[in-house]
């Protein structure tokens, strides 16, 4: 089975901080894609990437960034959190750039940005 | 752009029973996939069923099936015999194959109560 591990569940930072999402999955996938995920708005694509050092900006990339050295990790980044990035995050991959291939998700990163 | 709409924020249903979540969506494009995801409370989200677009036959997995109107552009998703194990929030989702990017675009969700 596809298995796509997102390290930290649950974390409180406070404004203005640093944070590092960090994802890595175990199925050599080439797509790698960040969401967020809102009551009432469903998810909402961040970032994705097709390959390593590859990166393109989904709906919603202003405040974030993301890098990709190697092609199991897939990394989010808040270069200065603030209160309304409080949210749950989905990292998530896919075998390929071939559209309906199954995308398959991590169990989500609980930030709470106080 | 694509957009995905689902307006039950939510729906119950008793055991055994059959329920229907709705979604429709806005496209320009004649060809496309869509898809529902079953997010349960312990929060990973898993493949539910997948329709292409110019398949004109409903598809169908296990108790799981969907009513595909393109001209309506609705697509609904059917849960017949509902277990306990069905209640989770439900996405409906469109990828395009303009970009041939991958990605999904999400509709806002249902969560599904499933009463014993």
């Known amino acids: 089975d596809v298995k796509v591990t997102q390290s930290s569940r649950y974390l409180v930072k406070r404004t203005g901080e640093k944070v590092f999402l960090e994802c890595v999955q175990d199925?050599?996938?080439?797509?790698m894609f960040w969401y967020r995920q809102d009551p009432g708005l469903g998810l909402r694509l961040i970032y994705f990437s097709y390959d390593v050092k590859m990166k393109e900006k989904g709906d919603i990339p202003e405040g974030y960034s993301v890098s990709r050295e190697k092609k199991e990790r897939f990394s989010l980044i808040l270069e200065s959190a603030s209160t309304n990035q409080t949210s749950m995050y989905l990292c998530a991959s896919s075998l390929s750039r071939r559209v309906g291939n199954t995308i398959y998700f991590g169990e989500g990163s609980w930030l709470t940005v106080v | 752009a694509q957009t995905v709409t689902q307006s039950q924020p939510e729906m119950s249903v008793q055991e055994a029973e059959t329920v229907t979540l709705s979604c429709t969506y806005d496209t320009s494009e004649s060809d496309y996939y869509l898809f529902w995801y079953k997010q349960p409370p312990s929060r990973q989200m898993i493949l539910v069923i997948r329709?292409?677009?110019?398949?004109?036959q409903n598809a169908t997995e296990n108790r799981f099936s969907v009513n595909f109107q393109k001209a309506a552009k609705s697509f609904s998703l059917k849960i017949s015999d509902s277990q306990l194990g069905d209640a989770a929030m439900y996405f409906c989702?469109?990828?395009?194959?303009?970009?041939?990017?991958?990605?999904?675009?999400f509709g806002q969700g249902t969560t599904l109560q499933v009463k014993p």
């Open positions: 989702a469109y990828a395009s194959f303009s970009g041939n990017t991958g990605k999904l675009i």
């Open positions: 199925m050599d996938h080439e797509n």
């Open positions: 329709q292409e677009a110019y398949k004109q």
